[in-house]
T-cell receptor
């Protein structure tokens, strides 16, 4: 069965520092997609970044990048130069075999301190 | 930008009532999803739909049903609401082409008293 594990329930980081949120996944399927979402306290889920299992390069979107280590089955989110507005829950998710269903991890609550 | 609209941000109902949660998307997406989110349990898939009048059970379909009569609208129905269905409900939609991100609505916080 497919599974996403986020081992950090909460993280506290000083503003302007870089932060890495961990995500490991488990699947035997060679084709899959990995996603990160942000959920502020207001509740909406915001799509941040995507990495395909066959992508040769790590995905980047502005201050977000994905540290994809396929052999280790990890897909860590890196936020550079953190801002107060980055305080939120962050979820890692996986889709397999081209199916549109997502399996989510339990999330990491990130708090940025001024 | 994709817009997924859920009919209510907050909803309070009584046990035994039939509850309808509505979701509308404006980007002609084929796929639509309903999740519930509970502290410590993350997001769990209730039902999803790949096309009009098509529906598939997710991981926790018990106590719920869905309806998709039009492509843009996906309704979640609690046939007889119970207190253990108090939760945050999130609707999402996506395209069917490769690995597409799901786009979410703002969520409905449902309380069953």
């Amino acid at each position: 069965a497919q599974k996403i594990t986020q081992t950090q329930p909460g993280m506290f980081v000083q503003e302007k520092e870089a932060v890495t949120l961990d995500c490991t996944y488990d699947t035997s399927d060679p084709s899959y997609g990995l996603f990160w979402y942000k959920q502020p306290s207001s509740g909406e889920m915001i799509f941040l970044i995507y990495q395909g299992s066959y992508d040769q390069q790590n995905a980047t979107e502005g201050r977000y990048s994905l540290n994809f280590q396929k052999a280790r089955k990890s897909a860590n989110l890196v936020i550079s130069a953190s801002q107060l507005g980055d305080s939120a829950m962050y979820f890692c998710a996986m889709s397999i075999q081209g199916a549109q269903k997502l399996v989510f991890g339990q999330g990491t609550r990130l708090t940025i301190n001024p | 930008d994709v817009k997924v609209t859920q009919s209510s941000r907050y909803l309070v109902k009584r046990t035994g009532e039939k509850v309808f949660l509505e979701c509308v998307q404006d980007m002609d997406h084929e796929n639509m999803f309903w999740y519930r989110q509970d502290p410590g349990l993350g997001l769990r898939l209730i039902y999803f739909s790949y096309d009009v009048k098509m529906k598939e059970k997710g991981d926790i379909p018990e106590g719920y049903s869905v309806s998709r009569e039009k492509k843009e609208r996906f309704s979640l129905i609690l046939e007889s609401a119970s207190t253990n269905q108090t939760s945050m409900y999130l609707c999402a939609s996506s395209l069917t082409r490769g690995y597409q991100p799901q786009h979410f609505g703002d969520g409905t916080r449902l309380s069953i008293l």
